[in-house]
């Protein structure tokens, strides 16, 4: 069964950090590009975060450049993303899911946000809130 699951959101204050977990099972991540998208309640999923498997060209949102770092590790099957700095803005669902190996390439190269389109498994979700 070809399955993602996201863990590692929590409440957190304002300042302080998390780190989310993108872990597989029943497919290897090797060949796939992952996502990292989040959705606040009222607003429309967006593009936090990418990471493609050809290069390892990673993509980032202007609203988290340098304060989030996605990394992946095929050996345990799992994308992490690290969120340092969280704002009350940053609170929202967040999803991970896999693309095409060089999607990340592209976006960072082209300078476009990543589309949730491009992205084909999901996992469900996991809640972040940033608040005092």
């Known amino acids: 069964q070809v399955q993602l699951v996201e863990s590692g959101g929590g409440l957190v204050q304002p300042g302080g950090s998390l780190r989310l977990s993108c872990a597989a099972s029943?497919?290897?991540?090797?060949?796939?590009?992952i996502g990292w998208f989040r959705q606040a309640p009222g607003k429309e999923r967006e593009g936090v975060s990418c990471?493609?498997?050809?290069?390892?060209?990673?993509y980032y949102a202007d609203s988290v450049k340098g304060r989030f770092t996605i990394s992946r590790d095929n050996a345990k099957n799992t994308v992490y993303l690290q969120m340092n700095s969280l704002k009350p803005e940053d609170t929202a669902v967040y999803y991970c899911?896999?693309?095409?190996?060089?999607?990340?390439?592209?976006?960072?190269?082209?300078?476009?946000?990543?589309?949730?389109?491009?992205?084909?498994?999901w996992g469900q979700g996991t809640q972040v809130t940033v608040s005092s």
């Open positions: 899911a896999t693309g095409v190996h060089y999607i990340c390439t592209y976006y960072s190269r082209r300078g476009i946000p990543s589309r949730s389109t491009d992205f084909g498994s």
């Open positions: 990471i493609s498997s050809s290069d390892g060209s990673e």
């Open positions: 029943g497919f290897s991540l090797d060949y796939y590009a």
